[in-house]
């Protein structure tokens, strides 16, 4: 199935607004995971303190993220991990294909990532005939589907029970039902046979950790400590923001990205993972290999705005708080990740050309910044990126009036002088006597959807000087 | 409200929306600053902060509308410079990261922000004034604009205001510090996504069966009026300075 990109982004939010059963399941669920975070937050009184010590540890981490990188690769190998670096998906792709492929005909699992998706890694596996099996519940239902993640820590949030229970008949040819315990004992019964066969394990990174060359993965559902534990060979791919220093700094991330994603205080499962099986024990998978990806980020290291972004932990809490992401939802933003961070890195991984929109979808209204567990002024990163398309850009498609540069050199020329503004600002008193407002771009947009105001008969500078000026001076006098 | 004896000296920023679209929000905040013992002045010389240009990415056109802003306001002997906006009062912050690789523009663009004061914030945190002595017949809400709320942390004041209004009954609404979707130029560049949004702002406004929103920003009530006029279920706004300026 082929999938919308963010260059059709605004024919993606019509699609989306359009979808009345899409926007019931966003309005309660971005609720629902507010409400819980809210909850979680408001029994921390230190909740403050965290997000600042959790900022600093990643700022820390970032501005010498080589040095913390070197030394997770150090320690990881030192426990028996093999690391591998990619500097591009392709690359990714390609290291994970040949660590898999002289395996033969091998069952993968993977446990949720969404570094996973960034490189689309099932697709490029499935074309060398290696069908890797998603056991994170949500993940499973959209893989099932064919269908991309919408939600960074729920991919499937768009989807009802009614609509799973339909897939879940169809693909699996269960009795259709609403009651969600059978939905989930369903997947249960088939993953686990899944996971008996599996000779592969593919998961995502939370942190690693540079003391100890660990690395931390979060998850609720326990499919995450199968997929790392029982098949012989683990493939972990991270990006290389994951690193952080300590095993101590550890402490305030798990405090902070429960909280923050699902309103929980904790995760039902948290696993610290040092090399593969080792000593008398062997418990663990044979081989550990790490793919430490690119893709973009060093980019996103060498400008101050970008560089915060890539503190992001991915929590998800600010898209469940995004006004625009609880209109459109996540496939909209047609990129794997979405809402106000993914405005920020999509554009990272597949540029700003063919992702000029997103930087823009955007009202800056603040809300993410309040709820970012790690305190990501993401409406700055956002006014950043337009102006670096504004002045360095290729040029790149106008699509609104609002974003070309004629408009806003004639906004500059009438907000410059006394004698212009009073120049222009007549001469559109004028222009809507006359009706011809709706030949100018601006007004024509307000009017889709909106009345457009009248212009005052008079202005208030006109108003000062004729009724309120001389009242100033008599009773100053 | 300083050591100084002479009564507070304001300038008016009255903003390019208020000034051409809304008018009776200046006036009311001239009346209403007069009635306190503020000498009020305007100077006409001025046009807009930059903020459509900012936003935009248009930074070049922004530094020089902010650079013409800040030389009609510098040339006031004023103590404080009034704004009937959070959001062009939020601008006046963003100065810092306009001019941060001019430092002559720099300096001069902090002095004029360290005056700067949105209405609601100046009342109560410079004037230390709650009961301004108005009258308001009916229940209203307040819908917290983006920019006052979380830039300037406006929250309280407002609030303090309009308590003390005679007569007025003031109900908080669900999702009052949601954004109504006006965003500036977002408006302009996905007005579905904008309208949409202003939808469900005016579905609880609708649910909470007041006579009137009232905020600190044009552009949200603009935004807000002219969106429910099109759904053909008008609503009734009013802007801060509005409500407070009829003596009870």
Known sequence: MKHPTSETFPQNVQKALGDTTLRQALSTVSATFSQRRRDAVNDVPEWETLREHAHAVKAHTLSCLDEYLRAFATKAEGAGAHIHWASTAEDARQIITSLIKPRGNVAVVKSKSMTTEEIHLNAALETHGIEPVETDLGEWIIQLADEPPSHIIAPAIHKTKRQVSELFEQKLGIEPTDDEKRLTAAAREHLRDVFAQAKVGISGVNFAIAETGSIVIIENEGNARLTTSLPDMHIAVMGIEKVIPRLSDLDVFLRILPRSGTGQALTSYQSIITGPERGEDRIGPRSLHIVVLDNGRSKMLRESATREALACIRCGACLNACPVYQQIGGHAYGAVYAGPIGSIITPQIDGLRVAHHLPFASSLCGACRDVCPVKIDIPNALIHLRQHMVTHGKPIPVVSPARGKTTFRVWRWSMTSDLRYRMATAFARFAQRMGMTKLVGPSRKWGHGRSVPRLAKRGFRQIWESELADDGEHRTK | ?248
């Open chain 2, 1 to 248: 409200m300083g050591p100084s004896s002479h009564a507070p000296r304001v300038s008016l920023f009255v903003t390019c929306l208020v000034d051409q679209i809304r008018p009776s929000v200046g006036v009311a905040t001239v009346q209403l600053l007069r009635r306190l013992g503020c000498d009020v002045e305007f100077n006409p010389k001025q046009t807009c902060c930059g903020q459509p240009g900012f936003t935009s990415g248009h930074w070049g056109d922004a530094r020089a509308v902010a650079r013409h802003t800040i030389e009609v306001l510098e040339a006031d002997r004023s103590d404080w410079i009034v704004i009937p906006s959070g959001s062009c009062g939020a601008m006046f912050h963003h100065y810092e990261k306009l001019f941060a690789d001019h430092p002559g523009w720099l300096s001069r663009a902090k002095t004029v922000t360290g005056k700067t004061r949105e209405l609601s914030a100046f009342l109560v945190d410079v004037l230390e004034i709650y009961d301004v002595g108005a009258r308001f017949d009916g229940r209203l809400t307040w819908h917290d604009a983006c920019h006052g709320l979380r830039d300037l942390g406006i929250h309280e004041q407002p609030r303090q205001l309009i308590r003390k209004i005679a007569g007025a009954e003031f109900v908080e609404t669900d999702k009052c510090d949601a954004c109504c979707g006006f965003g500036g130029v977002f408006a302009i560049n996905y007005p579905d996504i904008s309208t949409s949004m202003a939808d469900v702002k005016l579905d609880v406004i609708a649910s909470a069966d007041v006579d009137v929103v009232v905020s600190g920003d044009v552009g949200c009530l603009m935004q807000l009026e002219n969106r429910a006029q099109h759904r053909k279920r008008p609503v009734r706004t009013m802007h801060l300075a509005e409500l407070l300026s009829v003596p009870a």
